[in-house]
């Protein structure tokens, strides 16, 4: 498990269904701000492998847990 998926499991509150997590990265995916290399979204720089599987997580930058969303209000 690489250390991006380390911290992604400690800033998750809440989980998601795994059909959720399973559609959220097919919409990811076909995204042209997805960075297929580094499995990252061009706007938030989130590893979204991670990402997809959080209802709510916990927000660095704000310091606090919020709802997880793509920034593009795709999903």
Not at 41 to 70: G, N, P, Q
């Amino acid at each position: 498990m690489s250390l991006g998926e380390q911290l992604g499991r400690l800033l998750i509150h809440e989980q998601v269904s795994e059909d959720e997590a399973k559609m959220r990265i097919s919409i990811c995916e076909g995204c042209d701000l997805f960075k297929q290399d580094t499995r990252q979204c061009s706007i938030c720089d989130c590893y979204m492998d991670s990402k997809v599987k959080a209802k709510r997580h916990f927000e660095l930058t704000e310091f606090k847990v919020v709802d997880t969303h793509c920034p593009k209000n795709k999903w």
